[in-house]
């Protein structure tokens, strides 16, 4: 598992449910993270799969 700037950020992107196998169906999943492209991206939930890209951590604010 990949270490994030934060206690906060590790919980949220290491985030797995047990019921949503897709992550964007998820309402507790707020944060996306894209491991290849060391990315990370809020999730919007409105039905489909879109996702903003976040540059600082909205917890702590380290630049992602
Ligand atoms: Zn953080
Ligand atoms: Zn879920």
Redesign the pocket.
Known sequence: MKKHCCEDMNYHANLK????ENSF?????IIIFDEKDNDYGLIIHDGGSSSIGIDFCPWCGSRL
């Open positions: 449910c047990d019921i949503h169906e998820c309402p507790d999943k």
